[in-house]
């Protein structure tokens, strides 16, 4: 049998998450796994596992695993989220780009194991063998609330930044975004106009009945930190992104 295991992000292989899956299902299937994206290349290189993982292929992991649907039997996505809100927030984003998909397709998270396309079966034999809970959805989150997106995992002082410039602060758990007319306005982040005026171009602008907020146009995508980005910290421990905004652009899943 053909399994396709995707990667994502440089901490499911630092962690040594993605190993340990490689060598518990290479007993079982005949196992493809590719790096999604880019942020992980280097993880991949420096733990020596680029003859086992697949590094030529930069695409969002929704993308890769669509690609490698018709060839195998199972699918899974290994990632290494930093809570369980935000392991469930994007399995949720990648599982539903792939709602059409009929092959099961199981993610591991360093927290736990998440059953996805009617996957529960395999989910647990890898839940058991890794020694990971198994946590199985009962519904998908909302990920639109009257034209707003609501971005998971967010904690309340992490910068939140827009393609590499931080924008503001959030001030909650609670973060969203809604795009309207070709701008974003922001609940939950306290915005720095700086920030704002440097990545879009314009001033933010009160939203009515929240101080924290902010407009911009169609970002290309998201993420937060707890201080400013450098080169080796960019692919290292403590670093996440946020999904891409679904209504204007494309997503990190």
């Not at 996805?116 to 034999?125: G, I, T």
């Not at 795009?179 to 171009?201: P, S």
């Not at 080796?232 to 990190?252: A, I, V």
Request: proline share 6%.
């Amino acid at each position: 049998m053909r399994c396709a295991v995707v990667v994502h992000g440089p901490e499911a292989v630092d962690t040594g998450l993605a190993l340990r899956v490689l060598e518990l299902l290479e007993s079982e299937y005949d196992v493809r796994a590719v790096m999604s994206g880019y942020t992980g290349v280097a993880a991949v290189v420096d733990a020596g596992l680029q003859g086992r993982i697949d590094i030529r292929e930069h695409h969002v992991p929704s993308v890769t695993l669509r690609r490698l649907a018709p060839e195998v039997e199972l699918l899974v996505l290994v990632n290494s989220a930093k809570d369980e809100g935000s392991a469930l927030r994007f399995g949720s984003i990648v599982s539903s780009r792939c709602a059409d998909i009929l092959v099961p397709l199981v993610q591991v998270d360093a927290l736990m194991v998440l059953p996805w396309n009617d996957a529960l079966r395999q989910a647990l034999q890898l839940a058991d063998a890794l020694g990971i809970p198994l946590m199985v959805p009962t519904r998908t989150p909302d990920e639109e609330e009257e034209g707003w997106r609501r971005l998971g995992g967010v904690h309340p002082g992490e910068n939140v930044w827009i393609n590499g410039v931080v924008v503001g602060k959030a001030t909650s758990e609670d973060v969203r975004i809604h795009c309207e007319e070709g701008r974003l306005q922001a609940h939950g982040i306290a915005l720095k106009e700086t920030g704002v005026r440097r990545r879009c171009g314009h001033s933010a602008h009160p939203q009515r009945g929240d101080p924290t907020h902010g407009r911009d146009p169609a970002p290309d995508s998201f993420s937060r930190r707890r201080g400013r980005p450098s080169h080796r910290s960019f692919r290292r421990g403590g670093d996440h992104h946020l999904p891409r905004c679904r209504l204007c652009g494309d997503d990190r899943g």
